[in-house]
């Protein structure tokens, strides 16, 4: 096991640091992560083999300045030229990469940035991920709200202006079953013209239901792409079932969602590797469902909230920022979301370069908007975030400071007739 991620977490009991320890020690007493369990669908498709072919056989260090320069100069970005964007030969060639992506982006999305903001309705989680601030074996408040109280969040949230919201939960199916989330799809419908799930991953049908619901597009994190590493990182739970995760926007697709996000959380395992993968998951579904939206989220493992220390794979500004800039090359329709993880400079730069959608606003805890955009004190009981946010700028800022950038903030570009 990667002993980066095994940190003592304060916040445990000592029940639970006792049944983490068993966990950890006793390997034979888990799962087998590549095999599905009862009630996961399985669908027939060859994305998995392709993706992961590529990213196995990726050497990055074999890439040479000449095949960065060779990419620039192509007028479609091939897998190959991706992989030499992606390499650090690229590393000296940030500026024109970014001159490029910058093209890119005005041809295909103008001076478009669009804005949402997160709703976390609840964080209990029945996985043992561990390095989540949200696993559980954390001590942490948990929270689920009633429909009551996602109604009222929701309208604090549509009153500062806000139409497209992401809806989270916990990996819980008992705590946060498929109705629950349902029932919040509906009453997101009431005030937000977009509504997109960032949810354990379900099966069609389920996706079907959402949809009818409400839900317009599902964003999954993979996490990481190498499954022997994610393994040993994802202990307990549905989670642990490393495919059923990697075919959940193809299953959302089937389910009639308009479209899909995906990501891995570089850092966890090789970055240059696992964004690779990330691209080429979308690159392949895009060709497979050319009707559906596509985009990538670009988070980086920073600070997790409930552990004392962790050491994740370094992965800088400069490298993020290479990373987005080949997405963009290589992607030109697909959309790219920088998180609140990130500074507001860097946000601020990024959105002139590359990317396209940035959360405002945001909150990682349960039930605390009202405080966030009112200053005044909760209605209810909060629950505890789940990671470190850096930017916490409120809508209205990061509006006008797009605006100042000479962009133009979009808050929806849907019509419902």
């Known amino acids: ?11 445990l009991s000592d029940e639970a640091q006792k049944k983490k320890r068993r966990l950890e020690t006793d390997r034979a007493a888990r799962t087998d992560h590549m095999r599905y369990l009862p ?8 994305l998995c083999d392709r993706v992961t072919g590529h990213m196995h056989a ?3 260090s074999r890439y040479t300045q000449k095949d960065v320069l060779t990419a620039l100069e192509h007028e479609t970005c091939s897998v190959e030229d991706f992989k030499a964007l992606l390499s650090p030969a690229a590393e000296p060639f940030l500026e024109q990469m970014a001159q490029r992506a910058r093209a ?5 999305f103008g001076n478009t940035v669009y804005l949402f903001t997160p709703l976390y309705i609840a964080n209990y989680c029945e996985n043992y991920c561990v390095y989540c601030g949200f696993n559980c074996y954390q001590d942490i408040r948990r929270k689920k709200m009633s429909l009551e109280e ?10 500062s202006g806000m139409e497209e919201i992401l809806i989270l939960t916990g990996e819980s199916r008992a705590a946060s079953n498929v109705e629950y989330i349902g029932e919040a799809c509906k009453l997101a419908r009431k005030y937000f013209r977009m509504t997109g799930l960032e949810i354990y991953p379900l099966n069609t049908e389920e996706y079907r239901y959402l949809h009818t619901c409400g839900a317009d597009y599902v964003t999954v994190f993979q ?12 202990l307990l ?12 926007q193809e299953r959302a697709l089937m389910g009639g969602m308009r479209g899909v996000a995906h990501s891995a959380l570089l850092g966890l395992a090789d970055f240059r590797k696992d964004a690779l993968a990330g691209a080429l998951h979308v690159y392949y579904l895009q060709k497979k469902y050319p009707h559906a939206e596509f985009s990538l989220s670009c988070p980086r493992l920073r600070p997790i909230l409930h552990n004392t220390a962790i050491r994740p794979a370094d992965v800088g500004e400069k490298e993020l920022c290479q990373i987005i800039c080949a997405y963009r090359i290589f992607l030109p329709f ?35 908007h009202k405080s966030k955009y009112t200053g005044k004190e909760a209605d209810t009981a909060q629950g505890d975030a789940q990671f470190e946010i850096d930017d916490a700028r409120s809508l209205q800022q990061i509006y006008e400071a797009v605006t100042n950038e000479g962009l133009q903030p979009v808050l929806n570009d849907y019509l419902y007739v």
């Open 39 to 46: 009630g996961m669908e399985e669908i027939s498709s060859d």
């Open 58 to 60: 990726y050497d990055a």
């Open 150 to 159: 996602i109604e009222r969040e929701m309208k604090i949230i549509a009153e």
């Open 1 to 11: 096991m990667d002993n980066r991620f095994f940190v003592e977490s304060g916040h």
């Open 223 to 234: 996490e990481t792409y190498d499954a022997d590493v994610y393994e040993t990182l994802h």
């Open 237 to 248: 739970g549905h989670k642990r079932v490393w495919p059923y995760r990697f075919h959940a």
């Open 334 to 368: 697909a959309g790219i979301t920088v998180s609140s993880r990130e500074s507001a400079a860097f946000r601020n730069g990024i959105v002139k370069i590359a990317a396209t959608k940035i959360s405002a606003g945001v909150s990682t805890g349960i039930g605390d």
């Open 104 to 108: 890119e982006t005005g041809r295909h």
